[in-house]
């Protein structure tokens, strides 16, 4: 997003920003304006919602666990000396 | 079994320590075959890329020269495993190469509707991990590795970067493509299943077909 700019910042710059702002990697100036213009944006504000949120159910329940018996399946084709 | 330091642990798998062995597989088989897993889309196809990553490495290990993480070697290998049967799949894939579109002006949805506010029993249906599953499916591969060991497995930009070949700032940017359409996914779940109505919070003023831009 172009600093110094004077006016609003448009959504669509807001739209690039938002994994950055989400992921805490923009600078304290930028998330300010982040959140002024979501502060008088109900779209944007519903688009950073929702997006954390998506992150936030893949972060939880996206992860599958192994197959059951597929640990031992795996120690079973590896050549290791069985340790006591 | 006490947990070993990286380099500790380096050193007992080159002495052949079999305790050391199965550490490695307990700390890395999950993101080994989440990544596989997500990139075949195949549950049977991912254990055998685990397994073929794990025995490749065991086979490779004295060849380890410790310049990356072993975290990286180890999942540099099964990505490689994994894309390798991929392209041999007739399905025509996305080349890892292909230029991504940097122009950042994705057009916005029409509808923006809020369902970040559902209560757990909807959000948290029985249906969910499929849900989050078909939507990553529907990912390019280009975003989709991306986005497993970001935020599925929780890597950092670097080391997926490192993994994966890529700038970080092209995980970063591919990172966020993924996220938008995974959020498009899931407004389209939780909307079509008539989860988001009148309750979809007080924002949730999108739905007269207006563009947010």
């Known amino acids: ?84 | 079994m006490p947990e070993h330091s990286e380099s500790e642990l380096v050193a007992a798998l080159k002495a052949g320590d079999p305790h050391a062995f199965t550490e490695l597989v307990e700390r890395h088989s999950g993101t080994v075959y989440n990544l596989a897993l997500r990139l075949l889309n195949n549950p049977q196809e991912a254990e055998e890329v685990l397994q073929e990553t794990f025995l490749s490495a065991f086979r490779a290990l004295d060849r380890f020269e410790g310049r990356s993480k072993l975290s990286t070697w180890l999942y540099r290998i099964a990505y490689n495993t994994a894309l390798m049967r991929l392209r041999k799949h007739s399905v025509p894939l996305t080349s890892i190469d292909e230029p991504l579109a940097t122009d950042e002006g994705q057009a916005l949805p029409r509808q923006l509707v809020d369902w970040s506010t559902l209560p757990d029993e909807i959000l948290l249906g029985s249906e969910l991990r499929n849900v989050l599953a078909e939507g990553v499916a529907a990912l390019p591969e280009t975003l989709r590795s991306v986005f497993v060991l970001r935020d599925i497995e929780g890597l950092s930009t670097a080391e997926t970067a490192a993994i994966l070949d890529l700038t970080e700032t092209n995980v970063k940017v591919r990172l966020h493509r993924a996220r938008l359409a995974l959020r498009e996914h899931l407004t389209a779940y939780f909307t079509s299943a008539g989860a988001v109505g009148r309750r979809g919070g007080e924002d949730a003023h999108g739905e007269d077909g207006s563009r947010a831009v």
């Open chain 1, 1 to 84: 997003m172009p600093m110094g700019r004077m006016g609003p910042v448009p959504c669509d710059e807001i739209l690039a920003a938002l994994s950055e702002y989400l992921d805490g990697e923009l600078d304290e100036q930028l998330c300010a304006e982040i959140e002024r213009h979501m502060a008088a944006c109900g779209n944007c504000r519903i688009m950073v919602d929702t997006l954390r949120k998506t992150i936030l159910l893949y972060r939880t329940y996206g992860h599958e666990e192994l197959p059951e018996g597929a640990r031992e399946r795996l120690y079973a084709i590896l050549p290791l000396k069985r340790a006591a």
